[in-house]
């Protein structure tokens, strides 16, 4: 069983940046990809940005040019790097990591974005 931590969330004012990390601590699995989503209150969960194993990254057109998805050397920590954050980027961002056995989910971690 996969265990995904993650770290970084809190509250910013609009513009400002943050940064969040998640750690498969124990990494028994490789990862096929790893990614960033966020939910909204009242809204679907959705996909900010993706890594997949060659380190290929993928972003949705709202974070574009704003936010940066990498990962260690190691394979078993991702982040993602936000910046010039806006209201909307506000919610509660969940990471996932893809295996060959499944897919599994960190706890989440709220980011708010407010003046």
């Known amino acids: 069983q996969v265990q995904l931590v993650e770290s970084g969330g809190g509250l910013v004012q609009p513009g400002g940046s943050l940064r969040l990390s998640c750690t498969d601590r124990e990494n028994r699995f490789v990862a096929k990809a790893m990614g960033w989503y966020r939910q909204a209150p009242g809204k679907q969960r959705d996909t900010v940005a993706t890594?997949?194993?060659?380190?290929?990254?993928n972003y949705a057109d709202s974070v574009k040019g704003r936010f940066t998805i990498s990962r260690n050397k190691a394979g078993n920590t991702v982040y993602l790097q936000m910046n010039e954050l806006k209201p909307e980027d506000t919610g509660v961002y969940y990471c996932?990591?893809?295996?060959?056995?499944?897919?599994?989910w960190g706890q989440g971690t709220q980011v708010t974005v407010s003046a």
């Open positions: 890594i997949i194993s060659n380190g290929t990254p």
């Open positions: 996932k990591k893809v295996t060959a056995w499944g897919d599994s």
